[in-house]
Structure formats: C-alpha cells, structure tokens
C-alpha cells in the first residue's frame, strides 16, 4: 500500500520566494508493521548478511544500569500485551491472565547488572534500504544497499562505533546468515524497533530555522506572525519546511529540546571533514504541530499504529540525526539528537 502526503497547505516558493532555490527532495520511509524478509527494505527487520563477515559489536562505554532486559523476553512482552489489546474489555476484570501476569512481572523486573556478562554486545538491526526500493539512496559505486545497526544503549549521540553503517552489492551475498548474533541483555527497549514495511514516498523540503540565515529567519518570522494576525495558522517549521517521521536525505531534522549543534559536532569524526544528513530515524511520524503531513490513507487508522510505528523512542521522544562524511561513505557516522 502506497502513502501519500497531503499537498502543503502553501507554496513556500511563492509565500517565500527567497528560499525557492533551496528546496531539497527528500524520500519519506513511512515503516509500517509487517513481516520483512531479508530481501526487503525495512526498519527493524532482518539483515542480508553475509556468512563469514564479522558482525558489528560495540562496548558502553558508561556500562549498564539496568533493571536489564533480554532481546527474548523483549518479543514475549511485546506479544502479550499485543494479545491483551485485542480482548474485549469488561470494566473492572484484568485483561491479562494469572499466567501472562507472572511473565510480565518477571521481566519488567529485569535482571541484576553483576548477573550479565560483560564486554561488547552485537548491534541490533536498525533500518535496511535497497537502492530499488529507496530513491535517493546515495549509494557509493559498486553498492547497492544501505544497512544501519546501533546499540540498544542510551550511548547513540556522536561518533563512536554505537552506529554503524554498512553499504553493500546484494548480489556479492551468496550465503546468507541465517542466525545474527544478538546482545545478551538490553538497556533501552525502545532502541529495538518493531519489524516494519516500508512505503516509500518523495517529499519536498525547506531548510529548517536553524539553517537560514539571520534575513531569512527575521523574514520568515515576519511572515508567520502577519498569518497568526490574519488568523491563518499555517506555520513554517511544522507545516511547509521539514517532514517529520523517518526519511532518507533532505535537510536535516529540526532541533528541538536544544539550541543548534555547534559547528565542531558538524564534522566527520574520524577526518574532520563536513558531514550532510543521511537518515533521520524519528520517535513518531508525526505530532500536534506536523499534523498536516500525516498521509492520506493513514486518516482512519489507529493513531498508535501510525504514529508510532516502529516503536522506537529516541531520547524523550525526539529524532536521532544520522550525518555522513561527504568524502568517504565509509567513515563512522556523526549522529545528534535533534
């Protein structure tokens, strides 16, 4: 099933002919619940990997504080309480059985961290794209496959080996590795999405107001108060710049609980050199003020199942903005919580 969104409420071109030039394409996900293969772009799903290749690992550099989880008890809880939704609901009897309570109770209360091994722990599979699936895929000569791990720990700003990018010939992937290798215990459910379809969909862009210039962003907030006055409530930042939810290229993602990184965090880490968004992964699809972009044929569907997905919660609820190096791909990515 496609997604489309909604036509902008204005034309930025027209309403701000100054930023006409500036446009970008960017190419929204829209991951969507389902049953991935490794031959499929997802989020969450599992990866074309092949046998004999080392599977990325990364140590936390802060250790684990816990209660812990395992990625096992992580599936059985996320099944029963999807079996509990469900049921019907009677008012004043528990939706769970005496059973399903005892396992949920046992792993909500997690495990002792002087329990579990110690030393680095797999990456997880984060996002999977296929150049034929995902346009714009900026994939390097010889390469036709974008894939993305990071570590379920709260450790995935910067530039330190907790993400990871892998860019791939599929073709090249002749024995497939049925059984990845998974961390022994999980710090951050919400770092393991749930496995999702993926519907993509071009988009077009205005840079967000941390990346105008000082005329641009005076003008712009002119232009937004004389709407307010005439009591039309489109604005910039929610309505007409930046697609929220999950996307490949564009601009960047708005910042949101912080002022702009400073121009140190905007460099490579392993040369220096200057870095452009890659990949936004997004704790929602959507919220109050980038309403006017949720897709048409998401109007009448469950708000949870739409607007949340994946299931993945970055920060408080904020995006994780994955740079590359402009020069060498290959390079350790730069992320920042936007």
Not at 18 to 35: D, F, I, K, S, V
Not at 83 to 92: F, I, K, L, T
Request: charged share 20%; hydrophobic share 35%; with cysteine.
């Amino acid at each position: 099933m496609t997604r489309t969104t909604p036509p902008r409420p204005l034309d930025v071109a027209v309403e701000l002919p100054e930023l006409a030039n500036l446009a970008r394409t960017a190419t929204r996900l829209h991951p969507r619940p389902g049953a991935p293969t490794v031959h499929d772009s997802s989020v969450g799903g599992p990866l074309l990997w092949p046998v004999g290749e080392p599977w990325p690992v990364y140590e936390p550099v802060h250790g684990a504080y816990g209660p812990l989880t395992t990625p096992a008890d992580m599936r059985t809880l996320r099944g029963i309480m999807t079996q509990e939704r469900s049921r019907p609901r009677r008012p004043g009897m528990d939706s769970l059985t005496e059973q399903e309570t005892a396992v949920v109770d046992r792993i909500r209360a997690g495990y002792a961290v002087e329990l579990l091994p110690e030393g680095p722990l797999p990456l997880i599979p984060l996002v999977q794209l296929y150049a034929r699936d995902v346009p714009g895929l900026p994939c390097p000569e010889g390469t036709d496959m974008l894939q993305v791990l990071w570590t379920p720990f709260d450790e995935i700003e910067g530039s330190s080996g907790a993400v990871q990018l892998r860019w791939r010939l599929s073709s090249d992937v002749q024995e497939i590795l049925t059984e990845p290798p998974e961390p022994a215990y999980i710090d951050v459910s919400d770092h393991v999405p749930r496995p999702c379809v993926l519907h993509p969909e071009q988009v077009r862009e205005f840079p967000p107001m941390h990346l105008l210039t000082e005329e641009q962003t005076q003008h712009v907030d002119a232009w937004t108060k004389q709407r307010s006055m005439d009591h039309q409530h489109v604005e910039y930042e929610g309505d007409l710049s930046i697609a929220p939810g999950w996307k490949l290229g564009g601009w960047p993602a708005h910042f949101t609980y912080r002022y702009p990184a400073g121009p140190h965090e905007f460099q490579c880490g392993e040369c220096g050199g200057p870095v452009e968004a890659l990949l936004t992964v997004a704790s929602s699809e959507w919220d109050g003020r980038s309403r006017s972009w949720r897709p048409a044929e998401d109007m009448d569907g469950h708000p949870y199942h739409t607007q949340s997905p994946t299931i993945v919660t970055v920060g408080r609820g904020f995006s994780l903005q994955i740079y590359t190096c402009t020069s060498t791909l290959s390079h350790l990515p730069r992320t920042i919580m936007q």
